[in-house]
């Protein structure tokens, strides 16, 4: 127990974590470009929240959910996902009366009971964007675009982006009818959380992963044949906005983002290669969410994207992240003076930002010089009591294996003008 993780969770362990680093940073230079701000919040909320905010209906609350009675009775949640946070945030906080839209962007830890297999886990990172207060389609295009710029920029070239639209509540009314007329015969046949959609909220039967209910689905009612012409209109805009971007696309029906506060553009990038999670990316818009939280009425639109999932998705692309370069500067010591010299030396180097490692086990010369090639070091500094006595160390270029010798006085200099 003690020495393992719990299911479903992984450590990253220091030689991974550099490609952790640089899709968090390249994630965060793209929303950047875009005019997206971060955005934190914390990794716990009350439960009510995503009752509310991701909805009843939904595998996440229905099933995923870690959650327990805090030592004060609160009934508390740890975020399976990163929008109805941000969306309290943006209430409490009233970032409407800022400027609109507010254009957001997050890297978050998220939590769900899932069972663990490739690319699912119980405790995973989700990056994310949310814009809220605007309506035009010129948006729900760009969220896409942003997703879709970061996995080009990667090097991700086949992945194939989904889109939908799901109308609204308007739209879905008279689907809800359709599709309940169509499922009425078939409800003893579908799966009990289905059978409880199909109250609720039947289009989310679409969606559902069990094999018993998708075989009911053929020639099931779509969506799209049934929106108003608003939404069309929308859609259509989307589509050309996307054209106008330069992004392939293709249009499936079956995308469902199926609660009542969520409308029209539903999206998913989707990589073949990671087999049966190959969901890397999902969004939409869900312009009634804010207000279901207890906010103005703000329209609002996302994304979330797997972090694990992403990198998975590289490495079956054999895309290999480059390795961070070594450390500037290795000193080797012979004898306590020089040691004590390496201290004082690695000390000043480091109050001017050059990377140095010094040893601290004791090792012979051999073993240091050894170390230093390990760790990739650009110059290994050599100081022993010879040197000290003629005020002298002797400076190697790793690369270049050429060695010279430098004063005592100048090391400093010598080293910060050269890793500049
Ligand atoms: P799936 O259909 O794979 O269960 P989802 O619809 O539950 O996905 P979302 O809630 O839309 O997923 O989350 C957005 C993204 O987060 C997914 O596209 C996926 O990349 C990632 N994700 C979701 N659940 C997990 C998980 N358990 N482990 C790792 N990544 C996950
Ligand atoms: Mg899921």
Request: glycine residues 8%; hydrophobic residues 35%; proline residues 4%.
């Amino acid at each position: 127990m003690l020495t393992k993780a719990p299911r479903g969770t992984k450590d990253v362990i220091p030689s991974d974590v550099y490609k952790w680093t640089f899709v968090e940073d390249m994630f965060r230079e793209i929303c950047e470009k875009f005019g997206y701000r971060e955005i934190r919040t914390p990794a716990f909320e009350h439960t009510e929240l995503f009752k509310r905010g991701v909805g009843e209906t939904t595998d996440i609350v229905q099933k995923e959910m870690y959650t327990f009675t805090d030592n004060g009775g609160r009934e508390i949640t740890l975020k399976p996902e990163g929008t109805a946070p941000v969306v309290r945030a943006f209430i409490e906080n009233k970032l409407y009366a800022d400027a609109q839209p507010t254009k957001l962007f997050y890297n978050t830890p998220c939590f769900r009971y899932e069972r663990p297999q490739a690319g699912r886990f119980r405790a995973f990172h989700q990056f994310g964007v949310e814009v809220f207060g605007a309506v035009n389609p010129s948006v729900d295009a760009e969220v896409i675009s942003i997703a879709m710029t970061f996995f080009k920029k990667l090097g991700l070239k086949n992945l194939e982006l989904k889109i939908n639209s799901i109308g609204c509540p308007e739209c879905r009314k008279k689907y809800n009818e359709a599709l309940r007329e169509f499922l009425n015969e078939k409800l003893e046949k579908l799966c009990k959380t289905c059978e409880d959609r199909y109250e609720r909220n039947p289009m989310r039967i679409i969606d559902c992963k069990k094999e018993e209910c998708q075989k009911e689905l053929t020639g099931v009612p779509l969506i799209l044949d049934y929106i108003c012409q608003d939404c069309e209109d929308h859609f259509e805009k989307l589509q050309k906005y996307l054209g106008l971007m330069g992004l392939e696309y293709e249009i499936d029906p079956r995308i469902v983002r199926g609660l009542d506060y969520y409308n029209r553009t539903a999206f998913e990038i989707i990589s073949r290669e990671i087999g049966s999670q190959a969901t890397v990316c999902g969004g939409g818009r869900y312009d009634g969410l804010v207000e279901e939280i207890g906010g103005p009425s703000t329209p609002g639109v996302g994304f979330g994207l797997g972090i694990e999932r992403l990198l998975l998705t590289l490495e079956n692309n054999n895309i290999e992240i480059p390795r961070p370069k070594g450390i500037d500067v290795f000193i080797v010591t012979m004898g306590n003076r020089a040691n004590e010299k390496a201290v004082e030396i690695s000390q000043r180097l480091r109050e001017n930002m050059v990377s140095v490692d010094i040893d601290h086990l004791s090792r012979s010369m051999k073993a240091q010089f050894k170390y230093s090639n390990k760790v990739n070091s650009l110059y290994t500094v050599v100081i022993g009591d010879n040197e000290l006595d003629n005020n002298v160390v002797s400076l190697k270029n790793m690369e270049t294996s050429t060695q010279e010798e430098i004063t005592l006085d100048s090391v400093i200099d010598e080293i910060v003008n050269r890793i500049k």
